[in-house]
């Protein structure tokens, strides 16, 4: 099974702060990685596919880079409704897995 | 609006069954791959399995296969997930997801989640 690693597990950051999350795959993905943002109770949302492409309906302060086994995602200024936990995916071979999530604190 | 429905979670005893079920609305089910996804207490997220769109396919993690079985019946947009000899580490919230067009199989809607628990 590919092992998909987050990091950080959490960080604290301010409005307004520009924050990059890393998803790292044992093997190579391609560019087959989403990222999801879900928050405490609700279901994941999806923010980003193919690693750069951003969901329809999505902010664009949310990108989304990498190709092969490093990945980023970025938010650049951060508003309140962005503190949440992050899961990046791989969609490249069965079975797909996810990164143990990033939690996105207010400082 | 796409909208995805799950139901029939619930408290069981170990070595019980439960079906779940995902109703789903707007768009042409018939024509997706669906999934299941579960989130256990406090923990990330797991694929559960995926079926596609004519139900030719299905995949399942490893530690579900031969105890969970998916389906779907495409003239009522539903999905299901029959559920085993079900044990402590099967608690957990239960998600369907559609899977998007393309070959990303990205999941690009979720339902709510229904709540399966399994203690005696």
């Known amino acids: 099974d590919i092992q998909m690693t987050q990091s950080p597990s959490s960080l604290s950051a301010s409005i307004g702060d520009s924050v990059t999350i890393t998803c790292r795959a044992s093997q190579n993905i391609r560019n087959y990685l989403s990222w999801y943002q879900q928050k405490p109770g609700k279901a994941p949302r999806l923010l980003i596919y193919g690693a750069s492409s951003l969901q329809s309906g999505v902010p664009s302060r949310f990108s989304g880079g990498g190709l092969g086994t490093d990945f980023t995602l970025t938010i650049a200024s951060l508003q309140p409704e962005d503190f949440a936990t992050y899961h990046c995916?791989?969609?490249?071979?069965?079975?797909?897995?996810f990164g143990q999530g990033t939690k996105v604190e207010i400082k | 609006e796409v909208q995805l429905v799950e139901s029939g979670g619930g408290l069981v005893k170990p070595g019980e069954s439960l079906r779940l079920s995902c109703a789903a609305s707007g768009f042409s089910f018939s024509s997706y791959t669906m999934n299941w996804v579960r989130q256990a207490p406090g923990k990330g997220l797991e694929w559960v399995s995926s079926i596609s769109s004519s139900s030719s396919y299905m995949y399942y993690a490893d530690s579900m296969r031969g105890r969970f079985t998916v389906s779907r019946d495409n003239a009522k947009s539903s999905l299901y997930l029959q559920m085993n000899t079900l044990t402590a580490d099967d608690t957990a919230v239960y998600y369907c997801a559609r899977a998007g067009y393309g070959d990303q199989f990205h999941f690009d809607y979720w339902g709510q989640g229904t709540l399966v628990t399994v203690s005696s």
């Open positions: 995916q791989q969609t490249y071979t069965i079975p797909w897995t």
